[in-house]
C-alpha cells in the first residue's frame, strides 16, 4: 500500500532524511519513532505530496507521490502535527468542507460524517464552532476529518500529542480499531505508545531508519535485562567486586542513597542476568534485598541503536 | 483544472465572509465614499448624468480595502497550519488560489452591485442618461477590483502575517495607481521610460472606459496583470513545496 524507497530531503545543505527506505501492506499499523527533530514529519510531508523529495520515490496505493501526486492523495487522510481546523466553522461545516474537498457527493458524505462523528464521539459538539472545543476536541477533530472519505491510507502526525491522558487513551483505542481497514502510518515519540497501537515500528534517528520491526521483537531486542538494579545486605566494596566478576558485566556503578549497598549492573548482551546474579549474591552468604531490571529510556535505545549501525557500518564512532 | 474545487473553496470563503464582520465594515465603508463622491458630482450646478463622479475615488477606495478583504485569505491559513492539510488535499495549487480570487471577487462584486441604485436614481430623475458610459463605468470598477484582489492574494500568500499582508498588497497597488507620477521625474529623453510607466498606471487605462470607449489596449492591462499576480501567487504556495 505505502512503497518508499531511499527517500532523502534536503533542506537547503542540511539532510532532513537521508534513504529512508520502507513499505506498508494493507491493514497494517506503522509507527514512527523518534525524537523531536528526526525526519518523521518530512517523511509523512512527502508521502502526502505536501512536498517532493529531493531523492527517491515513494508510492501511495501505487500512485507515485510525485508524479501521480493528486491521485495518491485521493488515497490518503493526513492530520498534520499541528491540527489544521478553521476555528470559525463549525465542526459539521468543517467536515462538509474537507470532504467535498475531497470530492464525496452529498449522500456519500453525510454518511460518512455520521459515521466519523460517531467514531470520534463527537455527537454532542455537530454545531459546536471549533473556536469553543478543548484541544482534546479539536484533535478529534482532526482524526474524523482524516477519516472522512474513507481512505486506504492513513496518516497520523503525533495524534497524542498535547492533549490530556485520558484522552490519549481514548485517540489510542480509536486509532487501534483502524488497523485492518486502513493502512496507518503514525509518528509518535513515546515509545509505550508505538508498541501498544503499532504492528510494526521503524526507528528513526537523524534522518536515518535505526531499526524496522515489530513491537515485541524490538522489545525483547532492547529492553531485555540490559540493566539491573540490584540492592544487597553486605560489605560494600566486596559485594562490588564480586558483581563485577559475573561474566557479562560490563559496568557496576553504586546509585541511590549513601547508607545502602545499592548498584547498577549493566551488561552488552540482551541475556537476562538476574538469575546469576541472585545466585551469586545468595551464595555469599548476603542479603538480596532488592532486584529491579531496568527498562531503557527512549534515548537510551537511540543512543544503543545508533551505536549499533555506526559499529555495523564499521567500528566507526560517532 | 477542477472547476468543481475552485467552486468549493470559493463558496467556503464566501461563507466566512459573510460570517465575519469585516466583510461588512468594508462594504459599509465603500458605500459610503463612493456615495458621497456620487452626491457631490450630482450637487455641481450642472450635473451630468453619468456615475463618472464616483469612478475614480471608488477604484481608489477599492485598492485600499481589497488588500483588507483578501488578506487573511492565505496568511491565516499558513498561520493556522489549514494551508498543510489544503495542500495535501486532492486540489490543485491554482485551484486553491482561483478560489480564493474567485471569492474576494465576489465580495467586490457584491459591494458595487449594491451602488447600482446610482445608476437607477439617474434613470429616475435624470432624464435619460447614456447606458454604454455606465455600463463601462462597471466594467472598470470590476475589472480594477479584480486586480486589487489578485495583488491582495498575492500578498498574503507572502507572509503568514495579515497585517503584513494587506500593507504589502496595499503598498503595490498604490505604486500601481501612481506610477505615471515617475514619468515625470524623468528627463525628457527617456521616453521609453515614461511610455513605460505611464502604461502600468492603472488611472491611465480607466479614463476611456470611464467615457464609454471600450479599448482592448485597456482590457488586455487589466487581464494580464490579474492573471500575472494569480501566477506568480500560485508560484509562490510552490516554492514552499521545494523549500
Known amino acids: ?318 | 483544472m477542477n472547476l468543481r474545487a475552485i467552486g468549493i473553496i470559493a463558496g467556503k470563503e464566501v461563507r466566512s465572509y459573510f460570517g465575519s464582520p469585516m466583510a461588512y465594515i468594508v462594504m459599509a465603508v465603500f458605500l459610503a465614499f463612493s456615495g458621497f463622491f456620487f452626491a457631490s458630482s450630482m450637487s455641481q450646478p450642472f450635473p451630468e448624468a453619468t456615475v463618472r463622479g464616483f469612478l475614480f475615488p471608488g477604484a481608489l477606495a477599492l485598492l485600499l480595502l481589497a488588500p483588507v478583504l483578501t488578506m487573511r485569505l492565505l496568511a491565516e491559513e499558513q498561520k493556522m497550519g489549514t494551508l498543510e492539510l489544503l495542500l495535501t488535499a486532492p486540489v490543485r495549487d491554482s485551484e486553491i488560489v482561483l478560489g480564493k480570487f474567485l471569492a474576494s471577487f465576489i465580495m467586490v462584486a457584491v459591494t458595487l452591485a449594491l451602488t447600482l441604485y446610482f445608476p437607477f436614481l439617474l434613470f429616475l430623475f435624470g432624464g435619460d442618461p447614456d447606458l454604454v458610459p455606465i455600463l463601462t463605468g462597471y466594467l472598470v470598477l470590476l475589472l480594477v477590483g479584480a486586480m486589487a484582489v489578485s495583488v491582495g492574494i498575492f500578498g498574503s500568500a507572502l507572509t503568514s502575517n495579515q497585517i503584513v499582508a494587506a500593507v504589502l498588497s496595499t503598498g503595490l497597488l498604490m505604486v500601481l495607481w501612481l506610477a505615471n507620477l515617475t514619468s515625470n521625474l524623468a528627463g525628457g529623453s527617456e521616453i521609453a521610460w515614461k511610455t513605460a510607466v505611464d502604461y502600468l498606471a492603472i488611472s491611465g487605462h480607466m479614463q476611456d472606459l470611464a467615457f464609454g470607449i471600450l479599448n482592448t489596449t485597456d482590457l488586455v492591462y487589466f487581464v494580464t496583470v490579474i492573471a500575472f499576480f494569480l501566477f506568480v501567487t500560485i508560484r509562490v504556495l510552490e516554492t514552499r513545496r521545494w523549500r
Open chain 1, 1 to 318: 500500500m505505502i512503497e518508499a524507497i531511499n527517500l532523502t530531503k534536503y533542506y537547503g545543505d542540511f539532510p532532513a532524511i537521508e534513504n529512508v527506505s520502507f513499505s506498508a501492506e494493507k491493514g497494517e499499523v506503522v509507527g514512527f519513532l523518534g525524537p523531536n527533530g528526526s525526519g518523521k514529519t518530512t517523511t509523512m510531508r512527502i508521502l502526502t505530496g505536501y512536498m517532493p523529495p529531493t531523492a527517491g520515490t515513494a508510492t501511495v496505493a501505487g500512485y507515485d507521490v510525485v508524479t501521480n501526486s493528486l491521485d495518491a492523495r485521493r488515497h490518503i487522510g493526513y492530520l498534520p502535527e499541528t491540527v489544521p481546523l478553521y476555528l470559525d466553522m463549525t465542526v459539521r461545516s468543517y467536515l462538509e468542507f474537507q470532504g467535498s474537498l475531497r470530492g464525496m457527493a452529498s449522500k456519500k458524505m453525510q454518511g460518512g460524517i455520521d459515521k466519523v462523528i460517531e467514531l470520534c464521539r463527537l455527537e454532542d459538539y455537530y454545531t459546536t464552532d471549533i473556536a469553543k472545543l478543548s484541544k482534546g476536541f479539536r484533535q478529534r477533530v482532526g482524526i474524523a476529518q482524516a477519516l472522512l472519505h474513507d481512505p486506504d491510507v492513513l496518516i497520523l502526525d503525533e495524534p497524542t500529542l498535547g492533549i490530556d491522558p485520558r484522552q490519549v487513551v481514548e485517540t489510542r483505542q480509536i486509532i487501534k480499531g483502524l488497523g485492518g481497514g486502513h493502512t496507518v502510518i503514525l509518528s509518535s515519540h513515546i515509545l509505550a505508545e508505538v508498541s501498544m497501537v503499532c504492528d510494526r515500528v521503524l526507528i528513526i534517528h537523524e534522518g536515518h531508519i535505526v531499526a524496522m520491526d515489530r513491537p515485541e521483537d524490538l522489545a525483547r531486542r532492547l529492553e531485555g535485562v540490559s540493566r539491573v538494579v540490584v540492592e544487597v545486605r553486605g560489605p560494600l566494596r566486596e559485594v562490588e567486586a564480586t558483581l563485577r566478576q559475573i561474566k557479562g558485566v560490563e559496568r557496576v556503578s553504586r546509585v541511590g542513597p549513601e547508607d545502602r549497598v545499592r548498584f547498577q549492573v549493566e551488561c552488552a548482551s540482551t541475556r537476562d542476568l538476574r538469575p546469576v546474579i541472585a545466585q551469586t549474591v545468595t551464595g555469599k552468604g548476603w542479603g538480596l534485598i532488592e532486584m529491579q531490571a531496568g527498562g531503557l529510556s527512549l534515548e537510551d535505545i537511540f543512543l544503543r541503536l545508533t551505536e549499533e549501525t555506526e559499529a555495523a557500518k564499521g567500528g566507526r564512532k560517532p
